[in-house]
């Protein structure tokens, strides 16, 4: 008799190892995402460093919606009524957590939550939503651990960031000696004596295509003041390019 209470002992034993957290989180922009763990806390701290999951650091999680002891099966269950609920897009959990999924596995999806019944995923009761379920098992105070988490996490960014500023050495140029860029993003030049420095213009560079001329686009031109001149003929010597006024042969 003792030899089958140690083997159903162990049993359960095996059952319980075999048995892992399912959980359900919703996250921002109205999405969810469906788990299972071994250790709840330290997984809850992955996702909430934006580590766990390509998807919770994508949506961040806000709270938590479900939280029981079972099986793969059943965060493979838990994830087809919650996406049956609110839709495949918005819930990622189980074997189904891509960014983007395939049309293939977008219609295994649906050919799966086809055969599932109507029982809200938390009681297994029909005839309401999870949402709406009478025994939801939002547990206030993982809630208010996340709020809290997510605080100090924010709190701990920002202290990061101020310190990265207050230690970090300040770039210095080897060609002028000025602080905040290299010298090869530096925007001055030797002269032809080499012997000092003069800014260079950005304008150096450019090439006007009306007088082939640098420095200057051809909007900018010094010579299209005198394009206007072009088309005038001079009845005194008729040539072209001035008016009788400023006719040479006057002069």
Same mark, same amino acid.
């Given at each position: 008799m003792s030899g089958q209470n140690n083997v159903e002992q162990n049993n359960n034993q095996n059952d319980a190892q075999n048995e892992n957290t399912v959980y359900a +989180?919703?996250?921002v922009n109205n999405t969810y995402y469906v788990g299972s763990t071994r250790n709840f806390d330290e997984r809850t701290q992955t996702h909430l460093q934006n580590k766990a999951s390509e998807w919770t650091k994508l949506n961040p999680i806000q709270r938590l919606i479900y939280k029981d002891q079972g099986t793969l099966e059943q965060e493979l269950i838990v994830?087809? #009524?919650l996406m049956k609920e609110v839709g495949i897009e918005r819930v990622r959990g189980a074997n189904f957590v891509k960014l983007q999924l395939s049309e293939e596995e977008i219609q295994i999806i649906?050919?799966?939550?086809?055969?599932?019944?109507?029982?809200? %995923?938390?009681?297994? *009761?029909?005839?309401?939503?999870? #949402?709406f379920c009478p025994k939801k098992r939002t547990i206030k105070q993982q809630n208010a651990n996340i709020k809290q988490q997510q605080q100090?996490?924010? *709190?701990?960014? *920002?202290? &990061?960031? +101020?310190?990265?500023?207050?230690? #970090?050495? @300040?770039?210095?140029? &080897? !060609?002028?000696?000025?602080?905040?860029? +290299?010298?090869? *993003?530096? %925007?001055v030049k030797q002269n032809q004596n080499k012997d000092q420095y003069h800014y260079r213009n950005d304008n150096d560079n450019i090439e006007c295509y009306k007088c082939k001329g640098e420095g200057h686009y051809a909007d900018e031109c010094p010579t299209k003041f005198y394009d206007?001149?072009? !088309? +005038?003929t001079c009845y005194t010597c008729n040539g072209k390019?001035?008016?009788? @006024?400023?006719c040479p042969n006057n002069w």
């Amino acid at each position: 008799m003792s030899g089958q209470n140690n083997v159903e002992q162990n049993n359960n034993q095996n059952d319980a190892q075999n048995e892992n957290t399912v959980y359900a +989180y919703e996250c921002v922009n109205n999405t969810y995402y469906v788990g299972s763990t071994r250790n709840f806390d330290e997984r809850t701290q992955t996702h909430l460093q934006n580590k766990a999951s390509e998807w919770t650091k994508l949506n961040p999680i806000q709270r938590l919606i479900y939280k029981d002891q079972g099986t793969l099966e059943q965060e493979l269950i838990v994830t087809l #009524k919650l996406m049956k609920e609110v839709g495949i897009e918005r819930v990622r959990g189980a074997n189904f957590v891509k960014l983007q999924l395939s049309e293939e596995e977008i219609q295994i999806i649906k050919n799966m939550i086809s055969h599932l019944n109507n029982e809200c %995923f938390i009681c297994n *009761q029909q005839g309401h939503l999870s #949402k709406f379920c009478p025994k939801k098992r939002t547990i206030k105070q993982q809630n208010a651990n996340i709020k809290q988490q997510q605080q100090v996490n924010h *709190q701990n960014n *920002q202290q &990061n960031t +101020y310190q990265q500023k207050q230690t #970090k050495k @300040p770039i210095v140029c &080897n !060609k002028c000696q000025k602080i905040g860029h +290299y010298a090869n *993003q530096c %925007f001055v030049k030797q002269n032809q004596n080499k012997d000092q420095y003069h800014y260079r213009n950005d304008n150096d560079n450019i090439e006007c295509y009306k007088c082939k001329g640098e420095g200057h686009y051809a909007d900018e031109c010094p010579t299209k003041f005198y394009d206007k001149y072009d !088309k +005038y003929t001079c009845y005194t010597c008729n040539g072209k390019g001035h008016c009788s @006024p400023e006719c040479p042969n006057n002069w």
